[in-house]
């Protein structure tokens, strides 16, 4: 079993910034994807950010250029900067584990999310 502990969220005024954290720990051999995901009210959860174990980067076209992630043994940060008020949402961490062989078998983890609410 994997648990996913996540850090940084808050209130901040447009243009400010923020550094999520979250931290896998457990049964974490074998840890491949990591990332961040958002879901704002009345709208369906998308991936914001994502980090392979190699270090290749993919993230959804409105946060490039202000969000950054980056990674480091079995934690995944993301920082946010120049934040608008349509980045307020709820942010999942998220990881995947891959076991195997015989057979190779994908696992999926959720941490419970942390809210980030950009307002004035």
């Known amino acids: 079993q994997v648990q996913l502990v996540e850090s940084g969220g808050g209130l901040v005024q447009p243009g400010g910034s923020l550094r999520l954290s979250c931290a896998a720990s457990g049964s974490a051999n074998g840890l491949n994807l990591m990332g961040w995901y958002r879901q704002a009210p009345g709208k369906q959860r998308e991936l914001v950010a994502s980090?392979?174990?190699?270090?290749k980067v993919n993230s959804v076209d409105s946060v490039k250029g202000r969000f950054t992630i980056s990674r480091d043994k079995n934690t995944v940060d993301l920082q946010l900067s120049n934040l608008k008020p349509e980045d307020t949402a709820v942010y999942y961490c998220?990881?995947?584990?891959?076991?195997?062989?015989?057979?190779?078998?994908?696992?999926?983890?959720w941490g419970q999310g942390t809210q980030v609410t950009v307002s004035s």
């Open positions: 998220y990881c995947n584990i891959r076991r195997g062989p015989w057979p190779i078998t994908i696992y999926d983890y």
């Open positions: 980090i392979t174990s190699d270090g």
